[in-house]
T-cell receptor, first 114, second 113 residues
Framework: GENVEQHPSTLSVQEGDSAVIKCTYS??????FPWYKQELGKRPQLIID?????GEKKDQRIAVTLNKTAKHFSLHITETQPEDSAVYFC?????????????FGAGTRLTVKP | ETGVTQSPTHLIKTRGQQVTLRCSSQ?????VSWYQQALGQGPQFIFQ???????GRGNFPPRFSGLQFPNYSSELNVNALELDDSALYLC????????????FGPGTRLTVT
């Protein structure tokens, strides 16, 4: 089955700097890659996603890139703010009609220092 | 915040007991997925329901079972509880069989003693 690895496990940046989180996946059939932000004691929040027919997607300060050949995808946050501090999870899913098993990475704890 | 709700918020059970957790999906959504999130880890897929039928299952034993109702709300049942079942149980709703864009509920924190 699918295996998703996420790096780094912790990341500390200064306010205004950029943050990059990287994930690799094992199943070449994976075709959907969402990113979730989870603040302490709260639900995971979908912040951006990308499908396999697209190489890059951007939404304001957040962007995701996908390299299907290398089987890795990354989250980029620019101009970080203290409220970006949270645990970020990547996920990969083979989205089909029968078994949508979404596999999550272990998470990256991002701390943005003011 | 999403329109996905879960009940109860917290639950304490004894090993060997049975538990039922509930999830109401966001308006317009017809797919519900259930996840188990252990402390400090990412969510793990339990199973998914699409229009009242099971539409995929992760690596969880048969004592984890579920239902989806005509209004697309859902239940997760766990029999013969074990200490390792202590976790945050999350449901996520989405639209369609391919279940893109899953939106999570706040979760139920289950403690098994």
């Amino acid at each position: 089955g699918e295996n998703v690895e996420q790096h780094p496990s912790t990341l500390s940046v200064q306010e205004g700097d950029s943050a990059v989180i990287k994930c690799t996946y094992s199943d070449s059939a994976s075709n959907y890659f969402p990113w979730y932000k989870q603040e302490l004691g709260k639900r995971p929040q979908l912040i951006i996603d990308i499908r396999s027919n697209v190489g890059e997607k951007k939404d304001q300060r957040i962007a995701v890139t996908l390299n299907k050949t290398a089987k890795h995808f990354s989250l980029h946050i620019t101009e970080t703010q203290p409220e970006d501090s949270a645990v970020y999870f990547c996920a990969a899913m083979v989205s089909n009609l029968n078994n949508n098993d979404m596999r999550f990475g272990a998470g990256t704890r991002l701390t943005v220092k003011p | 915040e999403t329109g996905v709700t879960q009940s109860p918020t917290h639950l304490i059970k004894t090993r060997g007991q049975q538990v039922t957790l509930r999830c109401s999906s966001q308006s317009g959504h017809n797919t519900v997925s259930w996840y188990q999130q252990a402390l400090g880890q990412g969510p793990q897929f339990i199973f998914q329901y699409y229009r009242e039928e099971e539409n995929g299952r992760g690596n969880f034993p048969p004592r984890f079972s579920g239902l989806q109702f005509p209004n697309y709300s859902s239940e997760l049942n766990v029999n013969a509880l074990e200490l390792d079942d202590s976790a945050l149980y999350l449901c996520a709703s989405s639209f369609g069989r391919r279940s893109y864009e899953q939106y999570f509920g706040p979760g139920t924190r289950l403690t098994v003693t």
